[in-house]
T-cell receptor, first 110, second 115 residues
């Protein structure tokens, strides 16, 4: 059974701090690892990672994948209150959708 | 604009009643999915369909049913057999042909509360 484990499950930091969210996985047929941000309703896509060691960046967010250690991290620098959300990690093994972790609930305090 | 539309956004139901959640997409995606989200549980796969007139059970299919009569539509019925139906339900679709990025596109969700 495919498995995705995120840590921490919740995190409270102050505005301006840097945070690192973790995602480890075990899947039988790895294709890609995806990060989503969920604020109130629909998750919104952040990154898709397929190759080890290649960092993806978008503004203050960045992510990298280690396929040997079966691990990915999502970094957010200079956090803002608008970064408060649930961050979901998901792994795709094929046409049967994605397997999601439980998410990290991130709260940024002013 | 292309996207996925779920309705209703909020729904209340009495115990013992079936309810159907609608999901329509105009992205021309072949694959469609239903997930359930509970607090602290992440998203869990209920059913998915890769092509019209075909669908497969996900990890938590018991008490649910689906149909896929049209490419654009993938309704989910929550039956009275579902023991804990109160949850947030998300429909998603994916492009499986051409450049398959693996990305799922989500609807805005339907929040079902059983009274």
């Amino acid at each position: 059974e495919d498995k995705v484990v995120q840590s921490p499950l919740s995190l409270v930091v102050h505005e301006g701090d840097t945070v690192t969210l973790n995602c480890s996985y075990e899947v039988t047929n790895f294709r890609s690892l995806l990060w989503y941000k969920q604020e109130k309703k629909a998750p919104t896509f952040l990154f898709m990672l397929t190759s080890s060691g290649i960092e993806k960046k978008s503004g203050r967010l960045s992510s990298i994948l280690d396929k040997k250690e079966l691990f990915s991290i999502l970094n957010i620098t200079a956090t803002q209150t608008g970064d408060s959300a649930i961050y979901l990690c998901a792994v795709g093994g094929g046409a049967d959708g994605l397997t999601f972790g439980k998410g990290t609930h991130l709260i940024i305090q002013p | 604009d292309g996207g996925i539309t779920q309705s209703p956004k909020y729904l209340f139901r009495k115990e013992g009643q079936n309810v159907t959640l609608s999901c329509e997409q105009n992205l021309n995606h072949d694959a469609m999915y239903w997930y359930r989200q509970d607090p602290g549980q992440g998203l869990r796969l209920i059913y998915y369909s890769q092509i019209v007139n075909d669908f497969q059970k996900g990890d938590i299919a018991e008490g649910y049913s689906v149909s896929r009569e049209k490419k654009e539509s993938f309704p989910l019925t929550v039956t009275s057999a579902q023991k804990n139906p109160t949850a947030f339900y998300l429909c998603a679709s994916k492009n499986t042909g051409g450049v398959n990025t693996g990305e799922l596109f989500f609807g805005e969700g339907s929040r079902l509360t059983v009274l």
